[in-house]
């Protein structure tokens, strides 16, 4: 009578799901050595159920197949960590996350990870300092709720605390060609970019401002990052310039005003002049 019950047909509750999930993946990896994917696939779903031993193993496993990956390091040390007890700290974490910092210096996981395990040994003062160097490569808001772990370590450490978290931004003069001046821009939308130089696609962070004269000054931060995953200055270069777009559109055009892009280092944030000429 299409009535599921009338068979006493009982469907599989959520934990036998996630089991028969599992069991199936596990014996993927079996059959296949080499996927990587279904290895971390396993660790990140065996943190979630707290099953920290077992994580460790297809970390493991993965990092033989990566042995240079610096997210996976962080992703094993995480593990190791969690497996631990807070008044018996693991070892083998912090040795794990100085290799990601090796490989990635501004890994932003393996820095706050750093900071906990220095807080983890009784060294509060290295930890803030750690946690510092985190502040700039994050948004305001996340900025701010790291602020209250950091004042936690300076107290400890017999520091004074900080009132708010410093800022990175970098500051951009925007001008026209002196050649241009007389003439009117094609119009009153500014479009400024950074990009990655090493690769083409969309820039790691973009402003749009309406402008009514010239120069302007411009200030680019993480805030004006793209993609949460690729901040601003988590890059150790990159290049930055300026479009008037004459459609108002994102889009480049024939009758836009274009500046030269000038390439900038992240650790030096030196004011920088970008001016706008006509396309040939």
Do not use: C
């Amino acid at each position: 009578f299409g009535r599921i019950d009338a068979i006493g047909y009982q469907p599989p509750s959520q934990e036998q799901e996630v089991a028969n999930a599992l069991s199936e993946l596990e014996q993927l990896a079996r059959q296949q050595p080499d996927n990587i994917e279904a290895r971390v696939l396993l660790a990140k779903s065996m943190m979630q159920l707290g099953r920290f031993d077992a994580a460790q193993r297809y970390y493991s496993e993965a990092l033989k197949l990566q042995p240079d990956n610096a997210n996976l390091m962080v992703d094993y040390a995480e593990s190791l960590f969690r497996a631990g007890k807070p008044d018996q700290p693991n070892a083998e974490a912090p040795q794990w996350i100085d290799k990601a910092l090796v490989i990635d210096p501004q890994n932003q996981r393996a820095l706050f990870f750093k900071g906990i395990l220095l807080m983890q040994a009784n060294q509060p003062a290295q930890a803030a300092a750690v946690w510092e160097q985190l502040l700039p490569q994050l948004d305001d808001s996340t900025a701010q709720a790291l602020l209250p772990q950091i004042n936690q370590a300076r107290r400890q450490a017999s520091l004074p605390e900080l009132a708010v978290a410093p800022v990175k931004s970098l500051q951009l003069v925007i001008d026209i060609d002196p050649a241009l001046k007389a003439q009117t821009p094609p119009g009153s939308v500014l479009f400024v970019s950074a990009k990655d130089p090493s690769r083409p696609g969309p820039p790691i962070a973009a402003k749009r401002i309406a402008v009514s004269e010239f120069p302007l000054t411009v200030t680019l931060s993480a805030v004006d990052s793209i993609m949460p995953t690729a901040k601003l200055f988590s890059q150790a270069q990159f290049s930055v310039s300026a479009r008037i777009s004459a459609s108002g559109s994102v889009t480049a055009g024939k009758d836009d005003w274009l500046s030269e892009p000038v390439l900038v280092q992240s650790d030096k944030l030196e004011p920088v002049t970008l001016i706008l000429h006509r396309q040939p």
